[in-house]
Nanobody, 115 residues
């Protein structure tokens, strides 16, 4: 059974940090790209950061220099270190794994940043 399970969300203060984790199971995670997306109610899900299978990373402009995506293939995990958090970072964050025409999603974890 394919699963992506996020953890690490919660409440942070303006300028604070959170570290999101995502554990994959049921598929060969090391062969997939992995990423993080976020969504606020009434808006489309948007890309935050991705890391391709080969290691190349891509970030949304609004998180560059603040967020860092890493992965541990041995543990089938992907992480998102979020620093200098802002109220506009408040959203549900989703873990994603992709390869060719396959794509998997986690259930999401809420991140709330207070000012």
């Amino acid at each position: 059974q394919v699963q992506l399970v996020e953890s690490g969300g919660g409440l942070a203060q303006l300028g604070g940090s959170l570290n999101l984790s995502c554990t994959a199971s049921g598929f060969a995670f090391r062969l997939y790209g992995a990423g993080w997306y976020r969504q606020v109610p009434g808006e489309q899900r948007e890309l935050v950061a991705t890391q391709h299978q080969g290691g190349n990373t891509k970030y949304a402009d609004y998180v560059k220099g603040r967020f860092t995506i890493t992965r541990d293939n041995a543990k089938s995990m992907v992480f998102l270190q979020m620093n200098d958090l802002r109220p506009e970072d408040t959203a549900v964050y989703y873990c994603n794994a992709y390869a060719l025409q396959r794509q998997y999603w986690g259930q999401g974890t809420q991140v709330t940043v207070s000012s």
